[in-house]
């Protein structure tokens, strides 16, 4: 099992903004984000399943990811993503602070490492 | 690619970060989507609800891929568009990635 847990912040979800050139202002500007009925900016649910395939596995040996964005990641959620691998299918989660799933049917599959 | 690797917290000397593909598959070919008056995509009213992305292997750090999108499925149901996008990535005519975006349109209440 593995298990990372990340605190998202503002300047975080800017960077990936700028890293990825997805600048949609409902990432960036809290007013434009309030303007189309959001409660402020959120974060990208890419950046979500960015921080999700660290958790799945070796980058070289993923060979397939896959989730749905299902609840909104603020700035100032706490949310922790967890693997649990068998034979190289692994299952994962992405809660937030209170428990809600963020991310759901969170799957990924693993390039079994050759044998001896 | 090492400003994204460190936005998703990951250390670029391990290579391209697998959801690099966001950049090189995703986006690259779905803004043309967006920015086509044919296809009618508000994106004011556009959520990413579901991605799906398959490896046949993870592009090297300054290689050159292909990358072509498409329209999977577009279907409307209870006012609600759910449209399905997929991209092939090819490398020297190899495949690379697949990606399966699915969008959800919801008509602004009148």
Known sequence: MSELKVTFTVEQIAAYADASGDVNPIHLDDEFARSVGLPGVIAHGMLQMGLLARVAGEPGRLRRLSCRFAGMVRPGDTVTFRSEERDGHVELTALNQDGQPVLTKATAELLLPDNP | ?110
Do not use: K
């Not at chain 2, 690099?20 to 598959?25: G, I, L, R």
């Not at chain 2, 989507?33 to 995509?41: G, H, I, M, T």
């Open chain 2, 1 to 110: 690619m090492a400003a994204f690797a460190r936005a998703v917290g990951a250390d670029p000397a391990d290579g391209v970060p697998p959801t690099y593909a966001a950049v090189y598959a995703l986006w690259a070919t779905a803004a043309q989507l967006f920015d086509d008056p044919d296809a009618e995509v508000d994106l004011d009213n556009l959520l990413h609800s579901e991605q799906e992305f398959d490896w046949q292997r993870h592009p090297r750090v300054g290689e050159t891929v292909t990358s072509r999108g498409r329209v999977a499925r577009d279907v409307v149901r209870r006012g609600i568009r759910f449209l399905t996008f997929e991209t092939e990535v090819t490398a020297a005519e190899e495949p690379v990635c697949r990606s399966r975006a699915l969008f959800v349109v919801v008509r602004p209440r009148s």
